[in-house]
């Protein structure tokens, strides 16, 4: 027949959603922009993309192809690795990730 496999689980409680991508990028986006005292006109002229566009990858509103997050860090003079790794080091410290529940769930095997 088939065995019973137990397997650690961590149901999301609605209170801490996980933090989407999209969002924390655009928050790296604009921290980096304003590190460099510049204004959304600025960046997005650099990056060939309109002022609008920008703000909205900047509010996580838009998810970008990677040619459009290439050139905004290209225009933020930082590389696309080093933005995402920011970005991944983000999502590994959220709190709704880390939070581990002890709660077990099953699933069976077929023999």
């Given at each position: 027949?088939?065995?019973?496999?137990?397997?650690?689980?961590?149901?999301?409680?609605?209170?801490?959603?996980?933090?989407?991508?999209?969002?924390?990028?655009?928050?790296?986006l604009r921290r980096r922009r304003h590190d460099r005292e510049e204004t959304?006109?600025?960046?997005?002229?650099?990056?060939?993309?309109?002022?609008?566009?920008?703000?909205?990858?900047?509010?996580?509103?838009?998810e970008p192809s990677s040619e459009m997050i290439a050139a905004i860090a290209g225009a933020?003079?930082?590389?696309?690795i080093e933005l995402t790794s920011s970005v991944a080091d983000e999502l590994r410290s959220a709190p709704a990730s880390a939070a581990v529940s002890s709660g077990r769930g099953a699933f069976a095997l077929a023999a």
């Open positions: 027949m088939a065995d019973i496999v137990p397997f650690p689980h961590a149901p999301r409680r609605p209170a801490d959603p996980e933090p989407l991508w999209r969002q924390l990028l655009g928050d790296q959304l006109t600025e960046t997005a002229e650099k990056a060939g993309v309109s002022p609008q566009y920008l703000s909205e990858v900047e509010r996580g509103l838009k933020l003079d930082t590389s696309l």
